[in-house]
């Protein structure tokens, strides 16, 4: 439901309570990447190397055991009781782990532990933990949420690239298990609520209709519309007329809606170069 998955070095969150499914999530993301020949590193500051193995042998990820063997999987158990502040010493682990690795994949599972114990002046640090994650790789995070929704700790939410949510209502119905995409940059993302479930051996898997997964695929209908307008801008000899005409090449390759575009077009003519 995100138009091309995270992109590439950034820091994304997921939030959700417990039973959710954070930790499935996690686990599932980097062994879905390490299938696909990229590294990961998977950081719990929960469980144990061994209790991680045992949980993906429950849930039927039997590759695990085949990544740590030949190194393409990391596991780093922290105890985030003994972590100290300003963390630096934990993106140094990180650094030291990939050693200098592209493209790598990580997982944080909880991060509430980085944030749990700092006071307000302190959080102000997380931009930096951001950064240097966004640096290293593309990394997943998960937030421990209580049963009202809201977040354990004061993380900022804004600091990341895209936000999830999952919640798990515990009413035993279609929707008992629901997940929304708050945000994501640079990138379409599906507005809707979606049920998902647990399966042992697939993981987290997301039921969306074909309509659902439409409103975030470019729809090409309507290209001839946008060539006709930005082909009568390009014989224009207003010095705007190149910038708006990259406009509309954007707004035509991001088009979803079914609708005619027309009246936007318009808009946006009229308002670029105050004519039409």
């Not at 998960?142 to 929704?149: A, D, P």
């Not at 307008?229 to 809606?257: M, Q, T, Y």
Request: one cysteine or more; aromatic letters at 8%.
């Amino acid at each position: 439901m995100i138009d091309g998955g995270f992109r590439k070095n950034t820091v994304n969150v997921l939030c959700g309570g417990p039973g959710a499914g954070k930790s499935t999530f996690a686990i599932q993301y980097i062994l879905h990447n390490l299938n696909r020949n990229h590294t990961g590193l998977l950081i719990s500051f929960e469980m144990s190397e061994k209790q991680i193995i045992q949980d993906c042998l429950s849930l039927g990820f039997f590759e695990i055991e085949e990544h740590i063997e030949n190194g393409s999987l990391t596991i780093l158990h922290f105890f985030g009781e003994d972590l100290v502040f300003p963390p630096l010493d934990f993106i140094q682990d990180i650094r030291e782990v990939i050693k200098g690795g592209e493209d790598v994949l990580i997982s944080i599972d909880p991060f509430t532990y980085l944030t749990l114990f700092m006071d307000e002046t302190e959080r102000k640090f997380l931009s930096m933990i951001f950064q240097e994650l966004r640096e290293i790789g593309t990394t997943v995070v998960t937030l421990e949420e209580n049963k009202n929704g809201s977040p354990v700790t004061l993380l900022p939410l804004y600091l990341a690239d895209s936000v999830i949510c999952l919640e798990d209502i515990g009413m035993g119905e279609l929707y008992n298990r629901t997940l929304k995409i708050v945000k994501t940059r640079g990138a379409r993302h599906g507005e809707g609520l979606y049920p998902y479930s647990i399966e042992n051996g697939v993981g987290i898997v997301v039921e969306a209709t074909m309509g659902q997964k439409s409103r975030i695929m470019a729809k090409r209908d309507f290209d001839d519309v946008f060539d006709e307008e930005i082909g009568k801008i390009a014989r224009s000899e207003d010095p705007l007329a190149p910038k708006v005409s990259r406009k509309l090449e954007v707004l035509k390759d991001n088009w979803v809606r079914d609708s005619d575009p027309r009246d936007l077009i318009d808009l946006v003519i009229r308002t670029e170069l105050g004519s039409r």
